[in-house]
């Protein structure tokens, strides 16, 4: 099993820049893929973006694509996600997973949303217009 702790989240006007972080404590981190989720109030969770073992390869929604980035840094045990050019509609709780089922992204599962085994508590991240 695998244990997640998020940070980083906070209030942020629009236009402007959060960096998220994702710590992993138990199985090798280098071993599966991670990827991020979110939710907004009163809507389902979906899909932001997903990075493979190695970090050389990465997806993401076409919402945050070209404004966010997805990395990790496996001597760290952390996977990083760079949020720019913040818009109203990208605040929610933010989620990252671990897939340890694969080393790399295997895209329909991140993007049908499937209920990966290992998620953290979430971090909340509010965006004011």
């Known amino acids: 099993q695998v244990q997640l702790v998020e940070s980083g989240g906070g209030l942020v006007q629009a236009g402007g820049s959060l960096r998220l972080s994702c710590a992993a404590s138990?199985?090798?981190?280098?071993?599966?893929?991670m990827g991020w989720f979110r939710q907004a109030p009163g809507k389902e969770r979906e899909f932001v973006a997903a990075?493979?073992?190695?970090?050389?390869?990465?997806y993401y929604a076409d919402s945050v694509k070209g404004r966010f980035t997805i990395s990790r840094d496996n001597a760290k045990n952390t996977v990083y996600l760079q949020m720019n050019s913040l818009k109203p509609e990208d605040t929610g709780v933010y989620y990252c997973a671990a897939d340890l089922v694969h080393t790399i992204v295997v895209v329909s599962l991140w993007v049908q949303n499937h209920p990966f085994g290992s998620w953290g508590q979430g971090t909340q991240v509010t965006v004011s217009s």
């Open positions: 138990g199985r090798t981190f280098s071993s599966y893929a």
């Open positions: 990075i493979s073992w190695s970090g050389g390869s990465t």
